[in-house]
């Protein structure tokens, strides 16, 4: 059980959209309707920004929506903000009453 | 409001058991469909999953980490305490905990900031 593997990093200008990718395999990913994504700033609880691949827990703005095709799920963010710039982390259940994480991705707006 | 804290030691030595404990509010843990999670972050590495209790006191591990690990709950506190053995270097991380929510699975959807525990002797 691997971590899924995502970008590094992204970057993207003010207003533009940026999709961070999430990799796993059929164990986890491409199996599961389970795939959530995370935004952790350094030092602060990691919020949680989408699950069940593409709900929207209230409160987190339209701009974040998310995807998945196959073995990969993506996290896009549409129309960037400053405030967008920091970590995110994907989610996948992976079966047996097991999670795996994503390696994360820094996004940074240019 | 959810909020979870979580406490313990911020240093251990190599081979000693490591005891964490997550003080939670707002919700209950006999509540169906609840649990604590823990998840843990080695400085510049991906986020790893390790345990999970449940609302009915279910219990789950990483099946990597499954012998070393305990999770146990105090309904009457609001606390869940993770026990990690023979604790290694390797183990460094930021610890957190984490209420999880149980939709098609169960999902992580309230963290703690979590607590840096570093092995050294």
């Known amino acids: 059980q691997s971590a899924l593997t995502q970008p590094r990093s992204v970057s993207g200008s003010p207003g533009q959209s940026v999709t961070i990718s999430c990799t796993g395999t059929?164990?986890?990913?491409?199996?599961?309707?389970?795939v959530s994504w995370y935004q952790h700033r350094p030092g602060k609880a990691p919020k949680l920004m989408i699950y069940d691949v593409s709900r929207r827990p209230s409160g987190v703005p339209d701009r974040f929506s998310g995807s998945r095709s196959g073995n990969t799920a993506s996290l896009t963010i549409s129309g960037l903000q400053a405030e967008d710039e920091t970590d995110y982390y994907c989610?996948?259940?992976?079966?047996?009453?097991?999670?795996?994480f994503g390696t994360g991705t820094t996004v940074t707006v240019l | 409001q959810i909020t979870l804290t979580e406490s313990g030691p911020t240093l251990v030595k190599p081979t000693q058991t490591l005891t964490l404990t997550c003080t939670f509010s707002g919700f209950s843990l006999t509540t169906r469909g609840v649990g604590v999670g823990w998840i843990r972050q080695p400085p510049g590495k991906a986020l790893e999953w390790l345990a999970l209790i449940y609302w009915d006191d279910d219990q789950r591990y990483s099946p990597f980490l499954n012998s070393r690990l305990s999770i146990t709950r105090d309904t009457s506190k609001n606390r869940v305490v993770l026990t990690m053995t023979n604790m290694d270097p390797v183990d460094t991380a930021t610890y957190y905990c984490?209420?999880?929510?149980?939709?098609?699975?169960?999902?992580?959807?309230?963290w703690g900031q979590g607590t840096l525990v570093t092995v050294s002797s």
């Open positions: 984490a209420h999880s929510l149980l939709t098609r699975y169960s999902i992580y959807d309230y």
């Open positions: 989610c996948s259940y992976a079966g047996s009453y097991t999670w795996v």
């Open positions: 059929s164990s986890d990913v491409g199996t599961y309707d389970s």
